[in-house]
């Protein structure tokens, strides 16, 4: 299931190059983030190439995230290059109607905080409740299903370190398979907390001068 520009960009030290494959080859650009630029290979995975060499971490922790914490909640990460200047990620429909519905299915609009309700229409307010408050949450979920899927969101997050700034509604989307929310950026993770056999990201200097 390897898209076929992956065996003309594995290899290539610089972004400019990928850049240049990618723009001849008609590869749709998708979108862009802070770090990262998105491209559709219309395979439903899209490729994510850094902007700039100093962000492979970026790619290096999403990776590193993935492989620790399975695809429940992330979006599959299939191939990355061996510097990390790029990765395969399975694509998900960031329609924002889509995913307040899809939690619209799931949750009562509003949670009650100490005797005031705060709205959970919005990515945002959902997920930072998910972590804060819990309990209110899973009393506003419609199903055990619902309920479970907040405990086990809670968890993930909390467990992975995101970052409260990574919590909202760019960062997320729905996997169309299953019809669940899933993060899509997921890179913002405290590497310190990484098991020790996990090997660090690879230095600027590497990058520049290559391994040997
Ligand atoms: N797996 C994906 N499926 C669909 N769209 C995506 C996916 N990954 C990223 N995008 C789109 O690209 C944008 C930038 O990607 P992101 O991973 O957030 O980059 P950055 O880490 O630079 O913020 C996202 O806000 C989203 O719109
Ligand atoms: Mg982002």
Not at 11 to 38: A, H, M, Q, Y
């Amino acid at each position: 299931m390897t898209h076929p520009i992956i065996s003309q960009i594995n290899g290539l030290k610089d972004i400019s190059s990928v850049t240049k494959v990618l723009e001849d080859n008609n590869i749709p650009f998708l979108s862009e983030g802070t770090t990262r630029t998105v491209y559709d290979l219309g395979d439903g995975t899209v490729l994510k190439l850094v902007i700039d060499p100093s962000f492979v971490s970026q790619n290096w922790s999403e990776i590193k995230i993935f492989k620790c914490s399975g695809r429940e909640f992330f979006a599959e990460i299939y191939e990355h290059d061996k510097r990390n200047l790029w990765l395969v990620m399975e694509k998900l429909d960031t329609d924002k109607s889509k995913i307040l519905s899809n939690l619209a299915e799931m949750f009562e609009p509003a949670i009650v905080v100490n005797g005031i309700e705060r709205s959970i229409r919005s990515v945002e307010n959902f997920v930072h409740y998910c972590v804060y408050r819990l309990t209110e949450v899973l009393q506003a979920a419609k199903t055990t299903e619902a309920a479970d899927w907040a405990r086990g969101f809670s968890a993930i997050v909390k467990t992975c370190k995101i970052s409260e700034e990574d919590l909202h509604d760019n960062n997320v989307g729905i996997r169309p398979s299953t019809n669940t929310i899933v993060f899509l950026d997921y890179a913002d993770y405290n590497l310190l907390s990484m098991e020790e056999s996990v090997s660090p990201p690879p230095t600027l200097s590497s990058l520049i001068y290559g391994n040997h």
